[in-house]
């Protein structure tokens, strides 16, 4: 089956620290998204790339986030300085979609296929 | 814009008996529709989805989801709840071929022996 890569599963670093995560879409899908889900605030949507593109980065803090995709097999998220508050798993998703609104209907598109997750935590 | 609401954040039943977990959408076109269920340090797995066709749609591990229009509705159904049946499932909506996905805010499934 294909799948979502993510990279590491676990990181555990200090306050202050860069932390890079990464992401290997399924080959042929299109369109990347970054989610983080704590216990408080369930699932939220960071940043998504469409063709390499980005869409929407409103969810992610601005001054320490930052999300690429330097080609179509990688997408990375990267948090710097890290804080506490950001500890959470965080999710990479891809799917296929155009954009294209009012398109024809069909059962094989816009399904999203998450990968395993990279659990942060920072002291 | 489109929304996701899933009507109660817990739900416990017995093993055996009838799972179901409630989601209710908002949206300006008829959306396509999805169920996904995450397991203990797991990511999310897809259970089912409908995107046309027939209304009533089936997934793995025995769930099934109808798709009511004039409610608004897409509520996940299992007829004999089973222990690893315990998770938390998250009901979705995408416009067809649309950037976005909406989740709601998930269920976490108990299942009591």
């Known amino acids: 089956d294909a799948r979502v890569t993510q990279t590491p599963r676990h990181k555990v670093t200090e306050m202050g620290q860069e932390v890079t995560m990464r992401c290997q879409p399924i080959l042929g899908h299109n369109t990347v998204f970054w989610y983080r889900q704590t216990m408080m605030q369930g699932l939220e949507l960071l940043a998504y790339?469409?063709?390499?593109?980005?869409?929407?980065d409103s969810g992610m803090p601005k001054d320490r986030f930052s999300a690429e995709m330097p080609d179509a097999t990688l997408a990375t998220l990267k948090i710097q300085p890290s804080e506490p508050r950001d500890s959470a798993v965080y999710f990479c998703?891809?799917?296929?979609?155009?954009?294209?609104?009012?398109?024809?209907?069909?059962?094989?598109?816009?399904?999203?296929?998450f990968g395993a997750g990279s659990r942060l935590t920072v002291l | 814009a489109q929304s996701v609401t899933q009507l109660g954040s817990h739900v416990s039943v017995s093993e055996g008996a009838l799972v179901l977990l409630r989601c209710n959408y908002s949206?300006?076109?008829?959306?396509?529709l999805f169920w996904y269920v995450q397991y203990p340090n797991q990511g999310l797995q897809l259970l089912l989805k409908y995107t046309t066709g027939a209304t009533l749609v089936k997934g793995i591990n025995g769930f099934e989801a109808e798709f009511k229009k004039s409610e608004t509705s897409f509520h996940l159904t299992k007829p004999s709840a089973h222990m690893s049946d315990a998770a938390e499932y998250f009901c979705?909506?995408?416009?067809?071929?649309?950037?976005?996905?909406?989740f709601g805010t998930g269920t976490s499934l108990t299942v009591i022996p």
């Open positions: 790339f469409r063709n390499r593109a980005p869409l929407d």
């Open positions: 979705a909506v995408s416009e067809p071929f649309g950037n976005q996905f909406y």
């Open positions: 949206s300006s076109v008829p959306p396509y």
């Open positions: 998703a891809s799917g296929f979609t155009t954009g294209l609104a009012g398109g024809p209907r069909s059962s094989g598109a816009n399904v999203l296929t």
